[in-house]
């Protein structure tokens, strides 16, 4: 009987970066539930806070 593989131990990344908070909210965004000037209005929330968070 063949033995059974080790699980591969988890490795811990040396250098973790949190995710942008821009991609923290796109990534909880439903498009298919806001309206088209929703979207336009988050587009440009999300615009300014990208350039506020880069300077």
């Known amino acids: 009987m063949p033995a059974k593989a080790a699980a591969a131990p988890s ?5 973790a970066v949190d995710p942008h ?3 923290l ?3 909880d965004l ?3 539930v806001i309206t088209p000037l ?3 209005r988050l587009v440009d ?4 806070q990208a350039r506020e968070t880069r300077d």
């Open 11 to 15: 490795q811990l990344a040396l250098f």
């Open 45 to 48: 929330e999300l615009v300014r």
């Open 21 to 23: 908070p821009v991609v």
């Open 38 to 40: 929703e979207a336009l």
């Open 25 to 27: 909210r796109l990534r």
């Open 30 to 32: 439903d498009p298919n």
